[in-house]
């Protein structure tokens, strides 16, 4: 698989060099990190959990040497994230990482000393995870994804590659910011003489009905707001087949066709910046959220061949990667 990159260099330049090192940790002392997430820590959501845990390495934290990780993951069911919450916090980690909305929000609920990073968060100010960007004020800090912020590009592509296209179904999960994003990708879709449908999938185990659903609707394509549990979907796309756009790149490497939105690799090596900080006395409070300043728009060529898409030159011209 051959990937052309342009634009990604200058933005991991920045992301090494924004947060010089203030010292090796310290010696001795063995860090313990609680890992939350509402999917499962498989397919790409391994591959940015290594991301996260060799920065860690980088930074001098290794795992089985002077790190443990205990991981939970709620497998789609976010009403198991309390439970799993209050299980990594009677391990007395030294910090809480979590993935995701409905993370953030259960590691919230269950503590207020522990310091949470937020890797990332759709809304933080909205949800009452922080009370400002530049100040977040509690225990809570790390990085917001901005998803809201890339849906007019998102459906700019839609209808470039589907010119012929007039339905988009919209699939979300019971995620709590998904009815907002919602409205701001049905608005986008409006501006682009595109109409929307809503399509609800709880839990993975509710995805096949999804596409079902989508079948009835007769939708020209899917777009799928980002979600930590949506892996299942590319398969069930590919299978129907029908186009699937994404906000996070990594599905497109894993087969779908088209995404647009923040590196979540330079988040989650940003995120183990965090954990570097705090384990070296920062306070979440007066850390400041990160906001991304790139974003990336990725082709897969491949899957649009299988798809028997023509995607425009002019589009793949403005792309960060193809995968051919």
């Not at 509402?38 to 845990?53: A, M, N, R």
């Not at 995870?129 to 592509?157: E, H, Q, W």
């Not at 012929?164 to 907002?180: D, E, F, Q, V, W």
């Not at 409006?190 to 659903?213: C, K, R």
Request: aromatic residues 8%; charged residues 20%; neutral net charge.
């Amino acid at each position: 698989m051959l990937m052309r990159r342009r634009v990604f260099v200058a933005a991991l330049a920045s992301a090494a060099v924004a947060w010089p090192l203030a010292g090796w940790p310290q010696q001795g002392k063995t860090w313990r990190i609680g890992y939350l997430m509402p999917g499962f820590i498989v397919g790409p959501d391994l591959k940015l959990f290594e991301v996260f845990k060799q920065e860690l390495s980088t930074l001098g934290y290794v795992e089985g040497k002077n790190l443990i990780i205990d991981k939970r993951q709620a497998e789609g069911s976010i009403d198991r994230l309390p439970g799993l919450a209050s299980e990594l916090i009677a391990l007395r980690p030294d910090v809480l990482v979590t993935i995701a909305t409905p993370a953030i929000a259960a590691a919230q609920r269950a503590t207020s000393t522990i310091p949470i990073v937020m890797t990332p968060a759709t809304d933080p100010i909205g949800s009452g995870f922080v009370k400002s960007f530049a100040r977040p004020g509690g225990n809570i800090t790390g990085l917001a994804n901005m998803y809201g912020d890339t849906t007019t590009k998102i459906f700019d592509v839609i209808s470039s590659i589907l010119p012929s296209a007039r339905k988009i179904a919209i699939l979300m999960s019971s995620n709590p910011t998904h009815p907002g994003l919602y409205e701001v990708s049905r608005a986008a879709a409006h501006t682009v003489g595109l109409s929307t449908v809503p399509i609800v999938a709880p839990t993975p185990a509710d995805l096949e009905q999804a596409f079902q659903n989508i079948g009835r609707e007769r939708c020209d394509a899917v777009f799928v707001v980002a979600d930590p549990i949506r892996l299942k979907i590319v398969d069930l796309a590919n299978a129907v087949p029908i186009p699937a756009i994404y906000q996070i790149s990594e599905f497109v490497e894993a087969g779908a066709l088209a995404s647009y939105g923040p590196s979540l690799s330079i988040m989650f090596r940003r995120s183990a910046q965090y954990v570097d900080r705090i384990f070296k006395g920062g306070a979440p409070a007066d850390m400041p959220v990160e906001q991304p300043t790139k974003f990336e728009l990725v082709l897969n060529l491949k899957a649009a061949n299988v798809l028997n898409l023509s995607i425009p030159e002019a589009i793949i011209l403005q792309a960060d990667k193809v995968i051919e």
